[in-house]
């Protein structure tokens, strides 16, 4: 992840009772997740526009990009589980 | 109160019973203030990471795309290529999350 400056004042949390500090605790663990999938979209735009768009003289996407930028990112995951499974087959 | 079930009979044991209970289960409604603005922080910051990675990439593609080394190009048209440039890849950035998020939905061991 990026490293954006943390602003929360940890001071603070120290200073709630259990239950908040508990609150607070699901709530990061919910939103590091969704940003786990931002983090993961940022890294699948990046490279799937740089092998599907060539062409910076239409703001659109034609057809062909749009289909190019679906099936990049699938083949993508396809090649992550392939990899996945495959270091486990050596183990 | 009357009774309560540890037999205990001081209203001060009771409410400080009451207390305990409170703190193990139910956040301090006063401590809501607090808790809130920690949230709210804590969604400004990933906004501020996630639109300066968006203003990393787009300007790592667009500069690919639009500019050529050595770099004379005709400077109005190449700034004119990083603008449509610009709504491409945020095109792209919704297109791509659109069919992440439909394969996380379908296959969620991905």
């Known amino acids: 992840m990026s490293s954006a400056p943390v602003t929360v004042n940890t001071a603070e949390i120290q200073k709630l009772d259990e239950a908040s500090k508990r609150d607070i605790t699901n709530f990061i663990e919910i939103e590091s997740a969704k940003q786990k999938v931002q983090m993961s979209v940022h890294q699948f735009t990046s490279m799937c526009f740089k092998n599907c768009v060539k062409d910076g003289s239409n703001p659109e996407l034609s057809s062909a990009e749009n289909q190019c930028l679906n099936s990049c990112v699938n083949r993508f995951l396809d090649t992550n589980i392939k990899i996945v499974k495959g270091l486990q087959n050596i183990q | ?110």
């Open chain 2, 1 to 110: 109160m009357a009774f309560s079930l540890f037999g205990g009979n001081s209203s001060n044991a009771n409410s400080q019973q009451q207390i305990i209970q409170q703190s193990k289960n139910q956040p301090d409604p006063s401590n809501a203030g607090t808790v809130n603005e920690i949230k709210q922080q804590i969604q400004q910051d990933l906004a501020v990471a996630n639109a300066t990675e968006l203003v990393n990439q787009a300007t790592e593609n667009c500069f690919n795309l639009c500019m050529k080394a050595p770099y004379n190009e005709n400077l109005a048209e190449s700034n004119q290529c990083v603008e449509t440039c610009l709504g491409k890849y945020m095109r792209s950035w919704n297109a791509i999350s659109q069919a992440y998020v439909q394969r996380l939905q379908n296959t969620p061991d991905v």
